[in-house]
């Protein structure tokens, strides 16, 4: 089997001995797998990456002494099926699957970690009871996209935005493209998208943002077309003032069943959805300086640093930070009938394509944000550039 294999940093591609699925595992040719911003991260970072991970239970992550076939976004045929599997599914039947094995009772990630080689290769094992027949004769490129867009829909699920909120989405690359595409798909009106890079700009608007906007010349809270009450304190003070006067010319109601019910049902005035996704030190307090009061803000940017903010900022606007990583079975496998149904297009991401001998060509494309948004690799390609 060949295989892009990397090594302290760099990459060569080898010739590997054949996988074999263990219990409750299928064998899978690998059509296409994306490169993930994790990936690149993990190339050079590994070992940071591996110690956050055993910092929060994972012992097993990658580390760049290791020989590590990465790659976790793929798509795939079914080939052959270990022991304690029910064979679902045909050889030959297109599938997604969760990038997760499990040894034993050991969880590994796939493509993360020296115990689960990934999808820059050949082939690739999946648990089976993670794994989804691609229907509607989805193609293998979108089908591949069903892992990071499922990241995009936990996000946005985790966000609840309403559909008359305003959401605005800091950061146009792969995932804050992916965000953008999965808040239209929910119904969401008003998507507000910011970015300095041109290109990531042009996908932005390709996606469904509605205003997209230069940060370096406008600011992206002054672009909303739907402007909100409440841009300060004083305004949330006033609607205090202007609820009391008017509950208390209702006689024999107790208004105050009034702010109950309001909070019960969560109906209280409410500021926009904000999605981070940049991922570097400084975005999450520039952030809570410069967006109205009540709003929600979602991490979904992985900073790879320590960074700062000023609680007391986000005390007196009451806002609310909530971090998004990964999906559950249920969100991938509905992300995959999104793409597949045609309520999700994720085209636009896709910027490129290259075979195993040109990962280091398309990881050097991607360090640049004015080309590149995601790159496929074909295992059977013999393309060397994007």
Request: charged share 20%; proline share 7%.
């Amino acid at each position: 089997m060949r295989a892009a294999v990397c090594t302290k940093g760099e990459f060569s591609v080898q010739e590997l001995p054949a996988l074999i699925p263990g219990p409750g595992q299928l064998l899978v040719n690998v059509l296409r797998c994306g490169i993930c911003g994790s990936d690149l991260h993990a190339r050079v970072h590994c070992d940071e990456l591996a110690d956050l991970a055993a910092a929060t239970g994972y012992q097993d992550f990658m580390r760049s002494h290791q020989s590590v076939v990465m790659g976790h976004e793929f798509s795939g045929e079914v080939l052959e099926y270990g022991p304690k599997t029910r064979r679902r599914w045909k050889s030959g039947a297109h599938v997604v699957a969760l990038p997760i094995l499990r040894q034993g009772r050991e969880p590994q990630l796939t493509g993360l970690s020296v115990a689960a080689p990934g999808g820059y290769a050949e082939q690739v094992l999946v648990q089976e009871a993670m794994t989804f027949e691609v229907p509607n004769g989805l193609s293998p490129e979108h089908a591949a996209l069903t892992e990071p867009m499922a990241v995009a829909w936990h996000a946005v699920r985790k966000g609840r935005v309403g559909k008359k909120q305003t959401a605005f989405v800091i950061g146009c690359g792969p995932i804050g493209l992916a965000v953008i595409a999965m808040l239209k798909a929910s119904g969401v009106r008003t998507v507000v998208a910011s970015d300095f890079s041109p290109r990531r700009r042009e996908l932005a608007a390709r996606c469904g943002a509605d205003v997209v906007v230069d940060p370096g010349v406008d600011s992206p809270w002054t672009a909303n077309p739907r402007q909100s009450r409440i841009t300060g304190v004083t305004d949330i003070l006033n609607l205090g003032f202007d609820a009391m006067e008017r509950l208390r010319r209702i006689p024999n109601i107790p208004w105050w069943y009034v702010f109950r019910a309001a909070h019960t049902f969560d109906q209280g005035p409410a500021g926009p959805v904000i999605f981070e996704c940049v991922g570097v030190p400084g975005i999450i307090d520039q952030i809570v300086t410069a967006a109205p009061p009540l709003s929600r803000v979602v991490v979904v940017g992985v900073c790879m640093e320590s960074d700062s903010f000023h609680p007391a900022t986000a005390i007196n606007k009451e806002i609310e930070l909530r971090f998004a990583f990964g999906y559950d079975p249920g969100e991938f496998r509905d992300t995959l009938h999104m793409i597949a149904d045609g309520k999700v297009d994720p085209a636009p991401l896709i910027t490129g394509t290259v075979g195993l001998d040109g990962i280091d060509t398309a990881y050097t494309a991607l360090a640049s944000p004015e080309q590149h948004a995601k790159i496929l690799i074909d295992p059977r390609s013999t393309a060397t550039t994007v």
